[in-house]
Every structure is written in C-alpha cells, then in structure tokens.
C-alpha cells in the first residue's frame, strides 16, 4: 500500500539527513551513467503516479515565473504582462517572480490546471528528477521529496540502484 501523504511528509522529515548525506556523495563522485538512471527512475515512477490525484505542489508551493512564463501566459489570458504580474505575482527575497499565494490560483478542485498547457517552465518540469546533469540539483531534489510523492519514491529507488 502507498503511504498518504502526510506520510510521505514524516518519512521525508526522518530520512532528510540520509538523503542529505546521500546527495553530498553523489555531488562529490556522480557515476557516468547517472543522467540515464535517473531518466529511467523518473519514468518507471511517472507510469504509476498520477499527479491528478494529489496536486501537493501546486497546494503548497509556488513555481517561479520566467519572464518568457509570464509573456505565454498572459498572451493565453488576454492581458498585458504587467497586468498578470500585478494580478497574480510578487518578486520574493530572490528577486524572483512567484505567485502572491498558494495554493495556486490556477489549480481548479479535480486538481487539474486552468493554464496547463502554457503552464510555467518550472511546473512543467517539475519535480525535476529527470534533469540532465541531476547531481547540481540534488538541493531542489531535497525540498521536492516532502512535497511530491513520486520525488520521494524515486529518490528511495535511488538509493536502491545507485548506493554510494
């Protein structure tokens, strides 16, 4: 049986220094093929998840908009891209655009989304456990897995496949 949510959450909280050390050593020594496991794990993962079902990133964090973010998505919705900043987004202590709150204004209640397919390129490519050269994004990996269940699956494959 997959564990719930708030599950997830507590296990992610009680292997977060595990993970941490994990990630140290891959970052020091990552192995050749490592791109290609993790394309492997993303995808084994990602035919067994449906992110309908939970939503958890779009309830509790918001993405980063890019600027080519906020001229596709403002163009979809008929607005100028200063009026969709203003109307939706703030700069926050990294300088960045991101959503004045969470959860998301465009996740509807069936967990599905009002802008997926002009979406921004951080939902899009999110939980991010399929990038290329994956070990210097090891931090993003570490706040990913309390949120996102199959982060957190793919990570425990991870560690399966690759010990260090």
């Keep these: 049986m997959k564990p719930s949510l708030s599950e997830i959450g507590k296990l992610a909280k009680d292997k977060h220094i ?24 993303h995808d084994a993962e990602f035919k067994k998840t449906d ?3 939970c939503a958890n990133c779009c309830k509790t964090t918001g993405p980063l908009f890019t600027l080519a973010d906020i001229e596709r998505i ?13 109307q939706y987004l703030r700069i926050d202590e990294d300088q960045d655009y991101v959503l004045q709150n969470v959860p998301c204004t465009f996740l509807d209640t069936d967990n599905t989304c009002f802008i997926y397919d002009v979406r921004p390129k951080a939902c899009r490519e999110f939980p991010h456990t399929d990038r290329k050269k994956f070990q ?21 494959e991870m560690k399966k496949k690759l010990p260090l």
Excluded: G, W
Excluded at 74 to 86: D, G, M, T, V, Y
Excluded at 136 to 156: G, H
């Design 74 to 86: 403002s163009k979809h919705l008929r607005q100028k891209p200063q009026q969709f900043i203003e």
């Design 136 to 156: 210097q994004i090891t931090d993003i990996t570490l706040k990913n897995v309390p949120i996102c269940p199959a982060a957190f699956n793919i990570v425990e």
């Design 18 to 41: 595990e993970n941490k050390k994990y990630f140290d050593k891959l970052k020091k020594k990552p192995p050749k093929n490592l791109d290609y496991i993790m394309q492997d794990l």
């Design 51 to 53: 992110c309908l079902d």
